[in-house]
């Protein structure tokens, strides 16, 4: 785990082309790559999270799922090849608008609460990516309320959802 927080920090610099995924471009990859960093950052990369990322890219990059899985493939190998965050952010902060860098750190949210679990290491990985591509704390937070507030869709009756809340509340937390 250490080591890839290491890792992170390197100088590395991955070619961000969408081999394996043809059509797709950097700035595909690198947002799925950052998708799949949050996923692996506490240890594993189950099926549900991957399912996540599935749906996500194929929803924002109107893919097939054929096709958003092949994106998913080749931006893990990129990630494992030069795990190092600063290629994939500046592709995201020089060709996303703001609302699409909000939209995608939503996104990251909700990977990193797919698996009903969310981990110190994600979370600190969430708010840096947000700083590296210019996303405010303020937005930042909104994005994890509402990712949160669906991933809480659906729990029981009776189970508390105090930490559960809408974009329309304070996003300082």
């Given amino acids: 785990m250490f080591a890839r927080i290491k890792a992170l920090l390197s100088e590395t610099e991955p070619a961000l082309s969408g081999d394996g995924a043809e059509g797709l471009g950097r700035l595909e990859v690198a947002a799925a790559a950052l998708l799949v960093e949050a996923a692996l950052m506490d240890g594993s990369f189950d099926p549900v999270e991957r399912d996540k990322i599935v749906k996500l890219l194929a929803r924002r990059f109107d893919l ?7 994106l998913i493939d080749t931006a893990e190998a990129k990630v494992r090849q030069t795990p190092q965050l600063y290629a994939f952010t500046r592709v995201v902060k020089d060709e996303f ?3 699409d860098r909000v939209e ?3 996104m990251l949210w909700e990977v990193a ?5 969310l981990h110190d290491f994600e ?34 009756e009776g189970v508390p959802k105090d ?3 809408g974009p329309e509340s304070d996003a300082s937390s």
């Fill in 64 to 70: 097939a799922a054929a096709k958003a899985e092949a």
């Fill in 97 to 99: 608008e703001y609302e």
């Fill in 104 to 106: 995608l750190i939503e």
């Fill in 113 to 117: 609460y797919a698996d009903g679990d």
């Fill in 123 to 156: 979370a600190s990985l969430l708010r840096r990516i947000a700083g590296l591509i210019y996303v405010s704390d303020r937005d930042s937070g909104a994005a994890r309320k509402r990712a949160l507030d669906r991933a809480h869709k659906g729990v029981p």
């Fill in 163 to 165: 930490t559960q809340a």
